[in-house]
């Protein structure tokens, strides 16, 4: 199994490389810091695996281009808190599993090689958080996602609103008003049925990839 290490700490990144280069059915291939790096060695090297560290803010919508570029690859969240809203969030980033904060070495190897071939130890809580997580009464299709519309233009308004921006920061990133950010904003949370931004930055947080679902055919 070749994996790619993702970590900005030097360190631990070298100590993974080290230790997981010593098992016989592991080689890392490379350890980066940045996601800009997994997608060269992605294009450079055949990985099964790219074991990412979750612990030091990672931008999850990222980590889903990927998934969705290379959909043979396998993601892995590396020292995820085992709280069920954080599983679910990695999961609908693109994940396909996870190790936790509390796995040793030998644990680690265990898992990675489990969720290559399917499978991903869990506790039962977290296990029937997920399965309840399924239901959304407000959401429609196979795929459990809401069925919005936005345009080319509101889901750039979206993604900067998932980051936190204010109007006038997002009016200076995509170089509108702040009337027509706001008109923009309006449209964006009649469409996703909330009555607040924060609600909309807190849903696209937790569903980047909202802010990336338009209709082509809308300008």
């Known amino acids: ?20 280069n010593g098992r016989a059915d592991i080689s890392v291939l490379a350890v980066v810091d940045n996601l800009a790096e997994v997608r060269d060695s992605l294009a450079m090297a055949a990985a099964q695996v790219v074991l990412i ?15 969705a570029q290379w959909p043979h690859v396998t993601l892995v969240a590396l020292g995820l808190t085992e709280h069920r809203q954080d599983v679910i969030q990695c999961g609908r980033a693109g994940f396909a599993g996870y190790v936790p904060r509390s796995a040793s070495i030998d644990v680690l190897c265990r898992t990675l090689l489990e969720i290559v071939g399917g499978g991903q130890p869990c506790p039962p809580e977290i296990a029937a958080g997920m399965l309840r997580a399924l239901f959304r009464p407000d959401t429609t299709g196979d795929a459990g996602e809401i069925s919005i519309a936005l345009t080319r233009r509101e889901s750039e308004v979206l993604a900067l609103l998932g980051r ?14 702040v009337a027509t ?27 980047p990839w909202l802010a990336h679902k338009y209709s082509r055919a809308m300008p």
């Open 164 to 177: 936190g921006l204010s109007n006038k920061e997002i009016g200076n990133e995509l170089c509108l008003s």
């Open 181 to 207: 950010v706001k008109h923009h904003v309006h449209h964006i949370l009649e469409k996703l049925k909330l009555p607040r931004r924060a609600q909309a930055m807190r849903r696209v947080q937790d569903e």
């Open 1 to 20: 199994m070749n994996v790619i290490v993702l970590t900005p700490v030097r360190l631990l990144g070298d100590c993974l490389a080290a230790s997981l």
């Open 53 to 67: 560290d979750v612990t030091q803010g990672l931008d999850l919508f990222d980590s889903r281009t990927i998934a």
